[in-house]
């Protein structure tokens, strides 16, 4: 069989792992179909809900639960700075700033900027944020930004919606 399939792919002019290539809805709709056929009947709205439910459910989702109030404040500062700038790298002191501002409503006590580079450095460490050193430092999401609100939105509740889905 795997001859054949190497006569086969070798007869296009391109190479064949482009035929094979799938994106990730693609990958998602057909995850999807092989959760909900194993019920022999078509599938209730409650069935794709159950299969969204669990899709959504990645690592990086529970990665992103686990984090700590300040680090979760940390990524909306700068999710809240992204959108306001309208570039994805943005100073560490607009950032900072926010976070600041963040603080103030979401937690008990701002912290200082020393420990407030040690949350910094905790995100940079697990590669949730990238940090440009060059001049000033500038600093950028390493995630997609999409699940990230979504998630911050599911943790923090009604409040830490609206802060994110404001301007």
């Given at each position: 069989?795997?001859?054949?399939?190497?006569?086969?792919?070798?007869?296009?002019?391109?190479?064949?792992?482009?035929?094979?290539?799938?994106?990730?809805?693609?990958?998602?709709?057909?995850?999807?179909?092989?959760?909900?056929?194993?019920?022999?009947?078509?599938?209730?709205?409650?069935?794709?809900?159950?299969?969204?439910?669990?899709?959504?459910?990645?690592?990086?989702?529970?990665?992103?639960?686990?984090?700590?109030?300040?680090?979760?404040?940390?990524?909306?500062?700068?999710?809240?700075?992204?959108?306001?700038?309208?570039?994805?790298?943005?100073?560490?002191?607009?950032?900072?700033?926010?976070?600041?501002?963040?603080?103030?409503?979401?937690?008990?006590?701002?912290?200082?900027?020393?420990?407030?580079?040690?949350?910094l450095d905790a995100l940079l460490a697990a590669r949730?944020?990238?940090?440009?050193?060059?001049?000033?430092?500038?600093?950028?999401?390493?995630?997609?930004?999409?699940?990230?609100?979504?998630?911050?939105?599911?943790?923090?509740?009604?409040?830490?919606?609206?802060?994110?889905?404001?301007?």
């Amino acid at each position: 069989m795997l001859v054949a399939f190497s006569t086969f792919a070798g007869t296009f002019p391109h190479s064949s792992h482009h035929v094979f290539q799938t994106t990730a809805e693609d990958r998602t709709k057909r995850r999807t179909v092989e959760l909900v056929q194993p019920y022999r009947r078509a599938a209730r709205t409650d069935d794709v809900k159950d299969v969204i439910r669990n899709l959504q459910n990645s690592p990086t989702s529970a990665f992103l639960r686990s984090l700590s109030l300040h680090e979760r404040i940390l990524l909306a500062a700068l999710l809240k700075c992204m959108r306001r700038a309208g570039v994805s790298e943005i100073p560490w002191a607009d950032v900072s700033h926010q976070h600041s501002l963040y603080a103030g409503v979401f937690a008990d006590s701002v912290p200082v900027q020393r420990e407030l580079e040690g949350v910094l450095d905790a995100l940079l460490a697990a590669r949730v944020v990238l940090s440009e050193a060059r001049g000033a430092r500038r600093i950028m999401l390493n995630l997609e930004q999409g699940e990230v609100e979504r998630v911050l939105g599911e943790v923090g509740g009604q409040q830490w919606r609206n802060i994110l889905a404001a301007e």
